[in-house]
Nanobody, 118 residues
């Protein structure tokens, strides 16, 4: 079992920056990748960015060049630096951890609200 606790988020004006952090605990050595997803009202949850234990990253096209994901394996934390925020970035952001290779188990944080005003 893996537990995820998020911090950060809040209200910011368009063009501003926010930083989200997520700390993992429990069976952390089983985690193969961590990342951030978001869900806006009336929309499906979507991948924002992910990073593997080896440091390979993947970003949604909509955030490339603006968001940066980083991971500290020693501290079992993952962070998402969000710059040049836009109103369309408004959503609940969820930390995600994946466990396993052949059979993947997903763990989720409680979610943190990010609101970007125009």
């Amino acid at each position: 079992q893996v537990q995820l606790v998020e911090s950060g988020g809040g209200l910011v004006q368009a063009g501003g920056s926010l930083r989200l952090s997520c700390a993992a605990s429990g069976d952390i050595f089983s985690i193969t990748a961590m990342g951030w997803y978001r869900q806006a009202p009336g929309k499906q949850r979507e991948l924002v960015a992910s990073i593997t234990r080896g440091g390979s990253t993947n970003y949604a096209d909509s955030v490339k060049g603006r968001f940066t994901i980083s991971r500290d394996n020693a501290k079992s934390t993952v962070a998402l630096q969000m710059n040049s925020l836009k109103p369309e970035d408004t959503a609940v952001y969820y930390c995600n951890a994946k466990e396993g290779i052949r059979t993947i188990t997903n763990y989720w944080g409680q979610g943190t609200q990010v609101t970007v005003s125009s």
